[in-house]
């Protein structure tokens, strides 16, 4: 094997900024490295919601689809969009430091205002994902919901040109790529949720190459692994994807941590929320109790009525 590893990742200005990162920690530690881009399902169908494509890894499958080939040495992803059940042969063997994981309010430059309360009846709100439409229109009933699709400077142009009032994105991403002055403001836990694992960058290798593995391990940040294990294993047991409303995170307190969780059905109608300390020495356990103590508290319901659902209710079209 050559020593310069290939890197998998997709061709996204965020995607790539995120593999640099990867490739700066991995070029301190004496490894060079390669970025081989791709675009994938959910880059190419950018004129349909992600809740109606309704295939699993979206932003995942070609990558780790190579990496399986050992096209490549390793995958770098946003870890929220890897499905919490690992394809056969390929594990997650790092999570660098974790990023802001908050969603952050985006606000068209005539709407006055410094939050979601600020906004006008009425006001056309912009997001691609279910959980954000869901705890939108849980907080603001009034407002209407816009599908919006693309990378990130694509969804601000389209708020810069009022073809919606307003956005949310992963603050993350807008951090990474140096857009800070586009936030209105953070939208904080627990009030309101990001995805299980957003703001980490997942590192995937294939589970027999032991020399990978452990290059790709010394890059582990483990507060943030110890952190979206919890996550992942609350969204698990739920049996949640892209087509379910839920919002995890872990979050540390003066005595320790806990976990935050909740689950809504997509008209933002019902939402279940809990939050239980966080066992370190056992994230995933901690996952699983949050997850079955939502069960009990309405979250089963929500999980059925979304199961006999023909059709997912789309945002309203742009």
Not at 210 to 233: G, H, K, Y
């Amino acid at each position: 094997m050559s020593d310069v590893l290939r890197i998998g990742t997709r061709s996204s200005e965020l995607a790539l900024r995120q593999a640099r990162l990867v490739q700066a920690a991995l070029l301190e530690r004496g490894v060079e490295s390669e970025l081989v881009t791709y675009r994938t399902l959910g880059d190419k169908r950018l004129d349909e919601p992600l809740s109606t494509i309704g295939a699993k890894g979206l932003f995942t499958k070609e990558l780790e689809v190579d990496l399986r080939k050992g096209k490549t040495d390793l995958a770098v992803h946003s870890l929220k969009d890897l499905p919490t059940d690992s394809p056969d042969g390929l594990l997650v063997a790092a999570v660098l430091e974790r990023e802001d994981p908050r969603d952050a309010l985006v606000l068209n430059r005539g709407i006055m205002g410094q939050s979601l309360d600020d906004l006008p009846r009425g006001s056309r709100v912009g997001t691609s994902s279910l959980r954000r439409r869901a705890q939108l229109l849980a907080t603001r009933p009034d407002l209407e919901v816009a599908e919006l699709r693309g990378n990130v400077p694509t969804r601000l142009r389209k708020v810069d040109e009022g073809r919606v009032h307003a956005a949310i994105l992963a603050a993350a991403g807008l951090h990474r790529l140096g857009a800070h002055q586009h936030i209105t403001c953070y939208l904080d836990a627990p009030a309101w949720l990001p995805a299980a694992g957003q703001g980490a960058i997942a590192v995937q290798v294939r589970d027999d190459d032991e020399r990978v593995r452990a290059i790709a391990q010394s890059l582990n940040d483990v507060p943030t692994m110890l952190a979206v294990r919890a996550e992942r294993a609350f969204l698990q047991a739920l049996e949640g994807g892209c087509q379910v409303p839920i919002g995890a995170l872990a979050a540390p307190t003066d005595g320790g941590a806990v976990l935050h969780g909740m689950i809504a059905d997509v008209r933002g109608t019902r939402v279940v929320r809990g939050t239980i300390p966080l066992d370190v020495n056992e994230p995933e356990l901690s996952g699983v109790r949050l997850a079955n103590q939502l069960r009990g508290e309405g979250a089963s319901e929500i999980l059925e009525e979304l199961r006999r659902a023909e059709h997912l209710p789309a945002p309203q079209p742009e």
